[in-house]
């Protein structure tokens, strides 16, 4: 680590810092500039970017290489997305078919369907979840008991530990018709028993449900985490001015804390045309007649593709869902930097 | 002001009602998991699933343990690949994430984008497995259990997030008494982002806690089988064979499989330990790490 | 001069380096699923390779892997060209048709003729020309009971209790009085076992309603079993007056009360089986010793009654084989280990059973005993080789086989017989029908729609339709005139 070189420049510090530091170094252009000049001016410049830049350019080698090698030397791969893929021809030698692949899904009977499905259920989960978590959390930041806080935020992590296979049988043991503690319930009130099975239109408020109660423990650690990161100087501060909590919440916490909401929102919105397969094919139980509200592109692939098997096909699908996912984080990444750089994604 | 602080001991109370009942909702379930493992099967089939089990019965875990060695192992090799793998991945996460978080980084945008891009964009399972299988030569191997998850892009751009917060003016003065990247990451960043680091570290030690797809790919020997490999191992079996059984003229035994208590009481092994980690954590969530303390 | 000799003498090196390498122990690499892992299973692979080194000089690897996880595992060591010899690969496990049609697999006509001459007596001529695809074996048969005859399988203690003439099952409707006594007698049993679970009732029962289904389970495209045109004629059977006749009366036991009301939910029907907490179920494969392997596995006593005739058809007698590797080193090996498994009794009861006097014991010349508790019980004897080989468990016949044997050779063939439908042309339509046929096919096999029955298969042919089902029959009728054609040439 070439820190020194880092240093001799003695670049100037202040307290805003522009994105481009390009302007501090002041780059000789003689009158009589030819091509060539420009040419080795520009290299040099590139070189001594770096040599400013290496330290943490440096710091970031491992992580650089270890994704080189796990994940972008495999993407050779989505070139079977266009291939009638054979064994015994391999990834190279199979036949290119262009956009075929892509045509089952496409000319689905229910391509608008299982779109709308994963983009409506993953925008309500993501939304809610994110109201969720940071309510969660700001409720657990205003406990000041301590034992209180870890017996909550233990709590809530028990359900992250329970895979969907057991949540599926947990929640049918509590919705099932017969022995179903929730009907046994409904029937005591007066309700009756409601077939919950058989009825899509509830679904979607009870993948929600679940959805919530398994990750707001994971979410509500990150934005708990980042509340605890706050100078205690700003609060006292505010106690001082006479703020009450409420305004320390709005005025303080929230506006601290957004930026992790930000990149948690982008994230996910990079995310949202990929469901939980898990979630969604183990809790409605594969139950044809709830698809209309349950049918998600991923529990789709999989199952259209079960008997024909083909790896070509579900590349296809799986590289429309990127290129969406992609589309739509590089528009929502451009307007959170319009509104605020620092908050972006890249 | 008598007034104000009892509104605040009324808004305290109704939210620690609301945490109370959240914090039941998650453990209930956990324990309707811990009683059916307790539960004499003949009673589950006939009554259905009950909170607390009308006999204990011990036979699940008995079953489970028949072989004591198998689970011992699991035990080791989570474990193990646990903690060296939340120890290596969380140095490399945040070794990446911060100067990520540097706005004077040069590289900064397009080393986001380059990370980012890997969380949309991958070359599918086959690739991916005749790399680490045929090149990298890492089929059953403890290894395999720990290099894939190294890197992982969501925590580094959560981290990174994390690491903004901090004034750059700190780490700008740090500079400025001659002290190197590296030692002002160690000495200032890191122990500023205390919480940060443990919320994220806790993800990682959880993500290989939880793993069982790269020992279902990768593994062969039955001594580099962790837990929740095991557990999952029980799980697919039995969906696979319920969901067969009937359709194939093929007798498939299935009198022998374990019966609900003894996957319950695997879910209970698998997750464990893990429900007592999570305090050990919460340690490193303090406030009063002020920029003052530092400073000083 | 020199010069020619050093050639002469590299050449001689090359050509007889591969046959020194050669002298050795051949490693063959074997994948097949069960309920592994074993306990005591190295103990018995080791056993088992003495034997096959001893026979073929040869050495296995056994990949035994468990149920859940073969196919994921063998479709991506096939999909990536890992090493490997053998594999398990079925109709419906390790698809035998797609692997087949996508290359996976060597065709292995003159391997059999020349290093498996008793495997290829063994099993009945039938029977290979089932597995051909374009003329073609690509797969070995694991003989055993290779017809299908649906049954219905009474709980014996409910039809003694009712005086119930099982012989009188000609049609599903014939059950309705049983069916009713028990539910208005014995309210904790379910008078039928139809639930979601597997792959289904119609499906289960597809010989008794006497069609061969052409593309998979449940898809469009089936021929009648009594098809006798020269060319067999393929047709929608969800448009069949069969079908619609299944469909009233499910939803019929629906609403009455004879299938439990929430059937559509239950995907696993285990539990239901374990308690004895049903009448009567239906499907599967109504075979000799079906009474005995029922109560051993579940400690209470049924009585199983034919309600088809036995029909030989492609789907069962492709239901066990394995495939060469493409890219195996040693084909030939593989086949000749193939033959050992087939004709070596000693190996192949090890396999299936273990080491005798630790994991069973022998109570007559071919008549065992599993140890209980012991640390190898794979309880796979149809996945090892030709089941006639196999010892015999306490409530099997001594005449199991025999009997088993003479079943498949009086069974009817299935117009299909050695017709090997190739998916590829329309596989878009296929995924599609496949999407449509998992909405509705679960809710309208278990009586689910209940009053709304008609409507609900309307909506389900209508749907089929726009999903391209018409596209598959005649795609199905254009290779079967040309199956036919082919033969005549």
Redesign the interface.
């Known amino acids: 680590m070439d820190d020194k070189v880092v240093h001799q420049k003695g670049n100037p510090i202040s307290e805003s810092i522009s994105l481009s530091k390009e302007g501090l170094y002041p780059i000789p252009i003689s009158k009589k500039s030819s091509i060539s000049k420009k040419l080795i001016t520009s290299i040099s410049k590139k070189i001594r970017d770096f040599k400013k830049n290496s330290a943490l350019f440096f710091m970031a080698l491992p992580a650089i290489i270890l994704v080189f090698i796990f994940s972008y030397i495999p993407m050779f791969g989505i070139i079977v997305a266009f291939k009638d893929f054979r064994y015994d021809k391999g990834f190279w030698g199979s036949a290119w078919i262009g956009f075929e692949n892509f045509k089952f899904f496409f000319t689905s009977l229910y391509a608008w369907r299982i779109t709308r499905n994963t983009v409506c259920l993953n925008a309500l989960f993501f939304s809610l979840g994110l109201v969720a978590s940071v309510a969660v959390a700001l409720m657990l930041h205003e406990i000041t008991k301590r034992w209180f806080v870890k017996f909550c935020q233990t709590a809530y992590f028990f359900p992250y530990f329970l895979s969907w296979v057991v949540v599926g049988f947990t929640l049918f043991a509590f919705l099932n018709m017969r022995l179903g503690i929730l009907n046994d319930f409904l029937k005591i009130i007066g309700l009756g028993p409601v077939q919950w099975y058989l009825k899509p239109e509830y679904w979607p408020a009870i993948l929600a449900l679940i959805y919530l109660w398994k990750t707001v423990g994971y979410f509500s650690v990150i934005y708990y985490a980042g509340l605890m990161g706050i100078d205690p100087a700003y609060y006292e501060a505010a106690a001082i001015d006479g703020a009450t909590r409420w305004q320390m919440i709005t005025k303080i916490s929230i506006p601290l804390i957004t930026p992790l909401m930000v990149i948690i929102m982008l994230l996910q919105i990079g995310r949202i045309f990929y469901a939980d397969f898990g979630m969604f094919y183990q809790l409605p139980r594969n139950i044809g007649m709830l698809y209309p509200t349950t049918d998600v592109i991923d529990t789709y692939v999989y199952r259209s593709l079960r008997v024909v098997g083909d790896i070509g096909m579900s590349a296809a699908a799986g590289l429309y869902q990127a290129v969406v996912g992609l589309i739509l984080i590089g528009t929502a990444n451009y307007l959170v930097r319009r509104i605020n750089p620092e908050n972006a994604l890249f | 002001m008598i007034e104000a602080k009892k509104s605040r001991l009324i808004s305290l109370i109704i939210i620690s009602i609301i945490l109370t009942l959240f914090a039941l909702t998650c453990i209930i379930p956990i324990i309707a998991v811990l009683s059916i493992s307790l539960s004499d099967e003949m009673d589950i089939l006939r009554h259905g699933y009950k909170l607390i089990p009308k006999k204990i019965s011990l036979t699940a875990y008995e079953y489970i343990f028949k072989v004591p060695k198998q689970i011992l192992q699991g035990y080791f090799i989570s474990l193990s690949v646990t903690g060296v793998g939340t120890a290596l991945s969380l140095f490399v996460i945040a070794m990446v994430a911060y100067p990520l978080s540097r706005r004077d980084f040069k590289y900064r945008n397009p080393l986001a984008f380059y990370i980012f891009f890997t969380m949309l964009f991958n070359g599918g399972l086959v690739p991916w497995y005749i790399l680490i299988v045929r090149y990298l030569h890492l089929k059953d191997t403890w290894w395999v259990l720990v290099l894939p998850y190294l890197v992982a892009p969501w925590f580094i751009l959560l981290l990174k997030t994390f690491f903004q917060q901090i004034p750059i003016g700190i780490i700008e003065s740090a500079k400025l008494d001659g002290a190197s990247e590296l030692r002002t990451f160690f000495t200032i960043v890191v122990p500023l982002s205390k919480p940060a680091m443990a919320a994220i570290g806790l993800f990682i030690l959880l993500r290989y806690w939880n793993d069982w797809w790269l020992p279902l790919l990768y593994i062969e020997s039955e001594s580099l089988v962790p837990l929740q490999y095991m557990l999952h191992r029980m799980m697919a079996n039995i969906q696979f064979l319920t969901q067969q059984l009937r359709t194939t003229q093929m007798t498939i035994d299935i009198s022998k499989l374990p019966n609900e208590s003894a996957r319950m009481a695997m879910c209970i092994l698998a997750a464990g330990p893990m429900l007592f980690i999570f305090p050990f954590f919460q340690k490193y969530f303090v406030k009063g790490l002020t920029v003052g303390a530092i400073k000083g | 001069m020199f010069k020619k000799i050093l050639c002469g003498v590299i050449m001689v090196t090359l050509l007889l380096a591969p046959q020194l390498v050669w002298a050795g122990p051949v490693e063959l690499i074997w994948y097949y699923p069960g309920?592994y892992?074993q306990?005591d299973a190295d103990m018995v692979f080791e056993a088992a390779n003495e034997i096959i080194e001893e026979k073929i000089n040869a050495t296995v690897d056994f990949?035994a892997q468990?149920?859940?996880?073969y196919e994921?595992?063998i479709?991506?060591v096939?999909?990536?060209?890992?090493d490997y010899d053998l594999c398990f690969t079925?109709n419906?496990?390790n698809?035998y048709l797609?692997?087949v049609s996508?290359?996976?697999f060597l065709p292995l006509d003159d391997l059999i003729d020349e290093y498996a001459p008793g495997l290829k007596a063994l099993v009945p001529t039938a029977m290979w020309d089932a597995t051909r695809v374009q003329g073609k074996i690509y797969g070995i048969i694991n003989y055993q009971?290779s017809c299908?005859t649906n049954g219905a399988y009474f709980q014996k203690k409910m039809v003694d209790k009712y005086g119930f003439d099982v012989t009188t099952v000609k049609v599903m409707e014939d059950l309705e009085p049983f069916l009713a006594l028990i539910k208005e007698y014995d309210p904790d049993i379910y008078p039928t076992g139809i639930v979601?679970?597997?792959?289904?009732n119609w499906?289960?029962w597809i010989t008794h309603f006497g069609f061969d289904e052409v593309?998979?389970?449940d898809?469009p495209g089936a021929v009648y079993i009594d098809d006798t045109g020269a060319i067999p004629t393929a047709i929608n059977q969800y448009k069949t007056d069969e079908f619609k006749k299944f469909v009233g009366t499910v939803a019929e036991w629906f609403q009455k009360g004879y299938i439990?009301?929430?059937a559509?939910?239950i995907?696993?029907?285990?539990?239901m089986?374990?308690?004895a907490?049903m009448g009567v179920s239906f499907?599967?494969?109504c075979?000799p010793g079906n009474d005995a392997?029922w109560l051993a596995?579940?400690?209470y006593e049924i009585i199983s009654y034919p309600i088809s005739e036995p029909v030989l058809k492609t789907s069962?007698i492709i239901?066990?084989m394995y495939g060469i590797n493409?890219n195996s080193k040693n084909p030939e090996k593989a086949m000749m280990f193939m033959e050992l498994l087939n004709t070596d009794v000693e190996l192949y009861n090890l396999l299936c059973f273990g080491i005798e006097g630790v994991h069973y014991n022998k109570v007559g010349p071919n008549q065992i005993e599993l140890v209980e508790g012991s640390g190898y019980?794979p309880?796979?004897a149809?996945?090892f080789g030709c089941q006639f080989n196999a010892y015999f468990l306490p409530g099997q016949a001594d005449t199991l086989w025999e009997e088993t044997h003479a079943l498949n050779m009086s069974a009817k063939p299935s117009p299909l017989l050695g017709f090997a439908f190739d998916?590829v042309p329309i596989?878009?339509e296929?995924?599609?029908c496949?999407?449509?046929c998992?909405?509705?096919?679960?809710?309208i096999d278990t009586g689910?729609s209940g009053a709304d029955w008609e409507a609900t298969l309307a909506e389900f042919t209508a749907?089929l339709d726009?999903?391209g089902a018409e596209k598959i029959i005649s795609e199905i009728n254009t290779q079967l005139k040309l199956w036919k054609l082919l033969e005549l040439l």
């Open positions: 309920p892992p306990q990949k468990n149920w859940g996880d994921d595992k479709r991506l096939i999909a990536a060209g890992e079925a419906w496990f698809n797609q692997n996508k290359g996976a009971i299908m979601s679970s597997g792959g289904g499906a289960g593309v998979g389970r898809l439990r009301s929430d559509l939910a995907t696993d029907a285990q539990p089986t374990k308690a907490q499907g599967g494969n075979k392997e596995a579940h400690g069962s239901s066990t493409r019980v309880n796979t149809w996945l998916p596989k878009t296929i995924a599609q496949q999407a449509v998992d909405e509705y096919m679960r809710t689910s749907k726009e999903a």
